[in-house]
């Protein structure tokens, strides 16, 4: 607005020192004044919206690579670039050679991950327990975990999976922080840990004349004399009658009379053409054609095959069983927490998928510092997907497209409310939005002014403003209730 005021004094500056310019120069001032504020307002309207707030910033998460803070027995973030101190097996599952330091079948303490197989979707944990007798190992399988697995698997974000042991035999299994199974290492891994302390004898057989059946024929029970056997099941109904108008002599289905012999029909080849069958027209009408047949009903008599009834057999000795021994291979270790030594970590593959990545393993006995691991490094990598990830409404169409049945959930969610609102503020009428004018049509008492005077009377009796000998016609004079039609 600078430059307009001092264009402005410039032209009347010129005017007072009396210099005469033609009309077309004045003009030419005029435009050039009037181009000046133009650009200045263009200006002033950039500087406004450049000043006008925007959207907020995606916030943005920088990754380094964790640094083990505290005890820890192995750490690798795989962030060096390199697989140093790393060996990549050659192993396949056919025709392995028994030089390869690694195979599947390499023996092994722990192991633990994810493993996806169709629509089957595990988290193992399996660990090898030394039988303390006999120096042989055998596989110990957590039991399978009541979450839902599927989420984690398919959402193609970074999950972290954790495996807790802890010294009184507990476990826990974690993803993303969260326990997803648990128990004890005594109690809720197959095989269990420890053998039962009785078996059943191997040399224990069951005797020829063993009798296991709880109920048998009453070998005293004798057929009926009047019993018959070959009585039919059905039988036709001789109360029944042949409907009236029943056509006997036509038949229910008849040739097609509008049928044609295709031309190319063969009778040496395809034999004699039939016209295809069509119901009879005539039978539309009428209650039945073709020969008329008494319905079947259930036959009273019929018993079927006789058979003697059953009853407790006096002989029954239960189900058998063989007789239990002391189990010779029993042991008992309360402690299988400690589990034999490792000194190496492996990483068993098999994948038919790709972009699979993994990262950060991480081996401690201090589980604070494991958690200070986790948000060094999983921790980050979360942060940076949830600062990437769409708003609300693009992950609520992205759950709607997996399952068509949330848009009836979001149409109802939205529209209820709006139903409601409208039904209530347009439809309803209240009371108090009787106009003014309609009340002055009568002279009746309204019920706020009967109120109001009954009021102001009781309180003027309380406060001994009314004269006692004032007469109740007085009173009723003065009460709305009473007020007669004025006439003008």
């Given at each position: 607005m600078r430059l307009c005021v001092a264009l402005l004094s410039l032209s009347l500056c010129l005017g007072l020192m009396g210099h005469v310019r033609a009309q077309e120069e004045a003009d030419d001032v005029e435009m050039d004044v009037e181009d000046a504020i133009d650009d200045m307002r263009e200006e002033d309207v950039e500087e406004e919206e450049e000043k006008a707030p925007g959207p907020p910033p995606v916030p943005t998460v920088t990754y380094r690579a964790p640094e083990p803070m505290g005890e820890h027995y192995f750490a690798?973030?795989?962030?060096?670039?390199?697989?140093?101190?790393?060996?990549?097996?050659?192993?396949?599952?056919?025709?392995?050679?028994?030089?390869?330091?690694?195979?599947?079948?390499?023996?092994?303490?722990?192991?633990?991950?994810?493993?996806?197989?169709?629509?089957?979707?595990?988290?193992?944990?399996?660990?090898?327990?030394?039988?303390?007798?006999?120096?042989?190992?055998?596989?110990?399988?957590a039991k399978k975990p009541d979450a839902d697995l599927r989420t984690y698997?398919?959402?193609?974000?970074?999950?972290?999976?954790?495996?807790?042991l802890n010294?009184?035999?507990?476990?826990?299994?974690?993803?993303?922080?969260?326990?997803?199974?648990?128990?004890?290492?005594?109690?809720d891994m197959t095989p269990p840990i420890n053998p039962p302390a009785e078996i059943e004898d191997p040399d224990d057989h069951k005797p020829e004349d063993w009798d296991e059946r709880p109920k048998i024929q009453d070998p005293d029970s004798v057929k009926p004399e009047d019993w018959d056997e070959d009585a039919p099941a059905k039988i036709p109904d001789e109360d029944a009658v042949k409907p009236d108008g029943w056509l006997d002599e036509e038949p229910e289905y008849i040739g097609d009379p509008d049928a044609l012999k295709p031309e190319d029909w063969d009778e040496d080849m395809d034999g004699e053409w039939?016209?295809?069958?069509?119901?009879?027209?005539?039978?539309?009408?009428?209650?039945?054609?073709?020969?008329?047949?008494?319905?079947?009903?259930?036959?009273?008599?019929?018993?079927g095959k006789w058979k003697p009834p059953m009853i407790d057999n006096p002989n029954y000795q239960g189900v058998w069983k063989p007789r239990k021994i002391p189990n010779p291979d029993f042991f008992e270790d309360l402690h299988p927490f400690r589990m034999t030594p490792f000194s190496a970590v492996g990483l068993e593959l098999w994948s038919m998928s790709s972009d699979i990545f993994f990262d950060n393993f991480f081996v401690t006995s201090d589980r604070?510092?494991?958690?200070?691991?986790?948000?060094?490094?999983?921790?980050?990598?979360?942060?940076?997907?949830?600062?990437?990830e769409p708003g609300l409404v693009n992950q609520m169409i992205t759950a709607a497209e997996e399952r068509?049945?949330?848009?009836?959930?979001?149409?109802?969610?939205?529209?209820?409310?709006?139903?409601?609102i409208i039904v209530f503020c347009c439809t309803g009428k209240s009371p108090a939005s009787t106009s003014a004018a309609e009340y002055k049509k009568t002279d009746a008492p309204q019920p706020d002014v009967k109120e109001e005077a009954?009021?102001?009377?009781?309180k003027e009796e309380e406060s001994g403003l009314i004269d006692k000998h004032k007469s109740e016609d007085d009173i009723l004079r003065r009460s709305p209730r009473n007020r007669k039609p004025r006439k003008d």
């Open positions: 690798e973030s795989f962030d060096k670039g390199t697989l140093q101190g790393w060996v990549l097996s050659q192993a396949k599952k056919d025709g392995i050679d028994e030089e390869i330091e690694f195979v599947d079948k390499t023996p092994y303490t722990i192991m633990f991950g994810p493993d996806k197989c169709g629509e089957d979707y595990k988290l193992h944990f399996i660990f090898r327990h030394k039988n303390p007798k006999t120096g042989e190992f055998e596989e110990k399988h698997y398919t959402d193609k974000k970074t999950h972290l999976y954790t495996l807790v010294p009184d035999n507990s476990f826990e299994i974690l993803i993303d922080q969260t326990v997803v199974n648990s128990g004890s290492l005594l109690n039939e016209a295809p069958q069509i119901p009879n027209p005539i039978c539309e009408t009428a209650p039945g054609c073709g020969p008329w047949e008494r319905p079947m009903i259930d036959n009273p008599n019929y018993k604070t510092v494991a958690e200070r691991w986790a948000a060094d490094g999983w921790g980050l990598k979360k942060a940076a997907e949830g600062a990437a068509p049945w949330l848009w009836i959930v979001y149409v109802l969610t939205v529209a209820l409310p709006l139903v409601l009954e009021d102001e009377e009781a």
